[in-house]
């Protein structure tokens, strides 16, 4: 299977949970399995190639312009987190089916889970950076989903909008170094930016690069001083704690230190910087874990701790390091993933995870006893299990690493560390699963179904076969060692094994073991002493940051955001005079080299009227309804002169908006009164004169001087001339633009176009649920209202003319690529002849013969622009990128068949669906404004024809 398949299997399928969640549960739950199988079935293809030694890549062009490439390569480093991502996945999607309850959404739930497990393998396989970040952001919203997946819970919306805010910003620095990392290496592809490590750090702007990075990588790994959301994200569902913690979005930030390592490492400032956070988050992780009461939140901070172990073993610089946080990683992965678990299946048959509310549980439930404890003394760091193995290679490194003071400084605090680590690990197993047998639960507790304890059990046979047979480990973590290191470093010759002897390491483990056992006895005293020490709460000073930016944003608001439009366009509108008078001062104008053309009688008349209009618009604009017809006017007037220029395609449009946009606004004219207040007083006034007529006159004047000059260089316009048919398929230049040149561009206007029309509801919707509605009810117009609601002469002509526009806007959309027309024009003539409909007879009458939702419009039209493009990937082009044919079918000459129809199909869809969206929120809000309302549109009722009631 290709590497992008491997990618995408988990987005394609995450629309199967929900189409499957109806047929049941199980089913549900073994759909969103098969996906994650599926997908690492076809990683596991690519492993042959792997052990040859190939590096397995793959490649589509994007937007290569920009360096925007869909770019993926797989090594051993990017196999491994990838296999650890959907390995584990596969693990939680079983465990999850068992935990939720009937009332959980499983479907939605599965939804999030794949959505952030496509995220996290696009992280770990993409070559191109810029397709990293995307996907790196997207595992930030994924897990926004995930951990507030109990939205009826204020901590789970708190830990998810505090654990948003911390990677969303880490996310942004890291986006400005990752930037600063290609432009130094001249490429944002990661094979070119590992193969200049030497151009990297001796440039001036490695150290602010290195800085963003790793604030990228501190945020996302919970490192010290960011550490504080991961705890708080333990609001989620286990299932979430236990892939999101364990070797998921977690190891985000130590996979991107993993991989960056060649180039970025080796310096004072990674050393200082990586090595320091890393060993003070390891201390503090573990002694806060010590003092928790609540299972995962115990957990939270020993994930904290171990993350911080891994950070300082790739902070010194050394293979042997890198080879060891290797190691600790996937042993990290099967512990951690095990209790994370275990500890939900304690709550979830005790319906508790209140260490002081627990013990005995070995009785009641052996099986989950038995595993949990496994696991927790691989944490630990006991003989025979995996943990301890990458424990003593952790403190065999801390013993040749000197960060600052004497030599015994960095050993002495690692074993701190191990010491914490052993004691919250011997608590978490006596106080749940040992001592006294209690009676006081809520339930009786018991072992749960088997598909729930064994994907822990199965983790915890890894652990256990790791730590009895090291070497079966040792070519896989050589391997992906030797992928980390690149040419930096040698792999180094070391074996895995269980005993190397009486040396430091065991010495040292020994006493972390011994000072543990000594912890656990202390504990009830040293909780006490705990309980009384004042000490910062992260999640105060967080919510105090919080408020502050809040308040802060709120000033400066209040200062630059005063609603006063009028304000907003004098600044910028002096601004842009004084860059332009500036430039006129400073700069060079070279000699005109074109004659002025004699004007014509058309081009006279066409300006006179539009000074008219404009001028005539300065002295009404108060009345809006007069305002509003002028507006009409211009744009028409407008329209004439882009079709006296030879732009019908421009005039096309330029009418069809302006008919449209006359109709919204009459609408919301409905609700408003006929004359806006004095806005400002004489001064005010004559001040925007000024600066109107300046502006006036500046853009006047920088069009006089372009028109009399010729361009330095061939314009862009001959490009398309030239290649509009030959390239595109199409004779219409405008429209080949639209849909290939300049495709991107018109991809995100649609996108734009949806949102803007989905808001517009949105607003609409609030405002009649809100005390607006009341106002609604009982508004009395200015003006009396009509007795004939809907007029029958109206009724009728607007059936006659509906078939003739529907046909008409048909033909445009045809003709479009070689001729005048095209998607948009002929989305705003089908959205008039609808609109006619929604004016004669109603918003009843029409909302009944409604087949599709306005919505569902706008995204089939976003999507099929989307498949479009992404289809011509299939054909060896950029994404995008036209193509087309000629057939020929019996009875029928020649046609020409391109794949740009596709893309105006979506934009005539989003057009369309926009404008009916939005027509659909003004007149939801008509037929609210009046406390009776007609649902007989069409029917005549004697009965009603003496109320003069409003229109629907």
């Known amino acids: 299977m290709s590497l992008i398949l491997v990618v995408l299997m988990p987005f394609l399928g995450a629309l199967l949970p929900g189409v499957l969640y109806p047929a049941g549960r199980r089913t549900c739950a073994l759909g969103t399995l098969a996906v994650s199988v599926i997908a690492l079935i076809g990683l596991a293809s690519n492993l042959p190639a792997l052990l040859n030694g190939e590096v397995v890549t793959q490649r589509i062009e994007w937007l290569p312009a920009l360096g925007l490439n869909a770019t993926f390569f797989l090594d051993p480093l990017g196999a491994f987190f990838a296999t650890l991502i959907l390995g584990i996945g596969c693990l939680i999607i079983a465990y999850g089916r068992y935990y939720l309850s009937r009332d959980d959404d499983m479907g939605e739930f599965y939804t999030y889970l794949l959505l952030f497990q496509g995220a996290m393998v696009g992280i770990v396989l993409s070559d191109n950076i810029l397709m990293l970040l995307v996907f790196w952001e997207l595992t930030s919203l994924s897990s926004f989903l995930l951990i507030g997946y109990w939205r009826h819970l ?263 560390g191990a010491l914490f680590s052993a004691a919250y690990s011997f608590r978490f197993i006596f106080h749940t699963f040992f001592g006294k047998e209690r009676h006081d639960y809520p339930s009786h507790p018991h072992d749960p179904n ?45 074996h895995l094994a269980i005993w190397h002897g009486f040396k430091p390491p065991l010495y040292l483990s020994a006493v972390a073991v011994a000072g543990g056992i000594l912890l656990l006895l202390l504990h009830r005293w040293l909780q006490k002493g705990w309980d009384v020490v004042p000490r910062p709460e992260a999640k105060t000073i967080f919510d105090g940051v919080i408020a502050g930016c809040v308040w802060v944003a709120r000033r400066v608001t209040c200062v630059l955001h005063d609603g006063a439009f009028t304000r907003y366009a004098a600044i910028l509108s002096v601004a842009i005079l004084a860059a332009a008078v500036h430039a006129f001062l400073t700069g060079t104008t070279g000699p005109a080299t074109r004659a002025m053309q004699p004007p014509s009688v058309v081009a006279i008349a066409t300006w006179v009227m539009l000074v008219a209009a404009t001028g005539f618009l300065v002295f009404v604009h108060r009345h809006r309804f007069a305002a509003l017809i002028l507006i009409g006017i211009i744009g028409l007037i407008v329209s004439v002169a882009f079709a006296f220029f030879s732009a019908p395609d421009l005039a096309m449009t330029q009418i069809s908006v302006e008919v449209v946009t006359v109709v919204l606004m009459l609408l919301a004219l409905n609700f ?132 003739v526009l529907l046909m008409i806007g048909v033909y445009i959309f045809l003709r479009g690529h070689n001729m005048p027309g095209g998607g948009f024009i002929a989305g705003l003539v ?76 979506g934009v005539f869809l989003a057009v369309l669906g926009a404008v009916l969206l939005s027509l659909e929120s003004f007149s939801r809000m008509a037929r609210r404004a009046y406390t009776e309302e007609s649902e007989y549109a069409m029917d005549i009722d004697p009965s009603r024809e003496n109320r003069t009631g409003g229109t629907d």
């Not at 979005?249 to 970025?264: D, E, N, Q, Y």
């Not at 020993?302 to 996937?330: E, K, N, P, R």
């Not at 060896?876 to 740009?900: R, W």
């Open 154 to 416: 204020p901590e789970g919306r708190q830990g998810a909008r505090m654990a948003l805010a911390v990677t969303g910003m880490g996310g942004l620095a890291l986006i400005g170094g990752m930037l600063i990392l290609g432009q130094i290496a001249g490429s944002y592809d990661l094979t070119v930016i590992l193969e200049n490590r030497d151009a990297i750090q001796s440039s001036d702007l490695y150290l602010p690069a290195l800085i963003l990075i790793l604030l990228g990588c501190f945020t996302k790994s919970a490192q010290f001083p960011f550490h504080f959301w991961l705890p708080h994200a333990m609001a989620a569902p286990t299932p979430v704690s236990a892939y999101l913690h364990s070797a998921t979005m977690v190891k985000a930030g130590i996979f991107l230190m993993a991989r960056l390592w060649p180039v970025l490492s080796g310096s004072e400032a990674w050393f200082w910087l990586v090595t320091g956070a890393g060993l003070i988050t390891v201390v503090l992780g573990a002694v806060i874990a010590l003092f928790k009461h609540d299972l995962k939140a115990l957990l939270a901070f020993s994930t904290v701790s171990h993350l911080g172990l891994i950070t300082m073993l790739l902070g010194t610089g050394t293979a042997f390091g890198a080879m060891t946080a290797i190691f600790h990683i996937l042993n990290h992965a099967t512990f951690k993933a095990a209790l994370f678990m275990s500890a939900g299946i304690v709550d979830h048959e005790a319906h508790t995870r209140d260490i002081r509310k627990l013990g005995g549980l070995r009785h009641l439930m052996p099986v989950t006893a038995t595993i949990a404890t496994l696991a927790a003394l691989s944490m630990a760091g006991i003989p025979l299990f995996n943990g301890f193995v990458s424990k003593e290679m952790w403190l065999e490194e801390a013993l040749h690493t000197t960060l600052f003071g004497p030599e015994w400084l960095v050993p002495a605090v690692a074993t701190v």
């Open 450 to 494: 088997p598909g729930m304890w064994l994907p822990p059990a199965f983790l915890v046979s890894l652990v256990l076969l790791i730590g009895l047979a090291p070497f079966l480990a040792e070519p896989l973590v050589k391997g992906v060692t030797g992928a980390v290191l690149g040419s930096a470093a040698e792999v180094p010759e070391y």
């Open 672 to 803: 408003l009164p006929k004359t806006t207040p004095v806005e400002s007083g004489m001064l005010r006034r004559a001040r925007d004169a000024v600066i109107a007529c300046a502006g006036g006159i500046g853009a006047g004047a920088l069009a006089y001087f372009l028109l009399l000059r010729d361009f330095v260089s061939a314009p862009i316009s001959e490009y398309h001339l030239e290649n509009s048919y030959a390239g595109g398929g199409g004779t219409n230049v405008v429209n080949v633009i639209l849909v290939d040149f300049r495709g991107f561009d018109t991809f995100g206007e649609i996108i734009v176009l949806g949102i803007a029309a989905m808001v517009i509801y949105a607003l609409t919707e609030a405002l009649l649920r809100g005390p607006v509605r009341a106002r609604l009810l009982n508004r009395v117009p200015e003006t009396p209202l009509a007795g004939d609601r809907h007029p029958l002469m109206m009724v009728v002509l607007t059936r006659v003319i509906m078939p």
């Open 830 to 905: 089908v959205a008039v002849a609808i609109v006619q409909q929604y004016m004669a007879s109603g918003y009843a009458w029409a909302t009944q013969r409604q087949r599709f939702p306005y919505h569902g419009i706008v995204g089939a039209g976003v999507l099929i622009a989307g498949l479009t493009g992404i289809g011509a990937w299939f054909t060896g082009h950029e994404f995008l990128t036209s193509s087309f044919t000629y057939i020929k079918l019996p009875l029928l000459d020649e046609f020409e068949v391109a794949s740009a129809m596709g893309f105006d199909l």
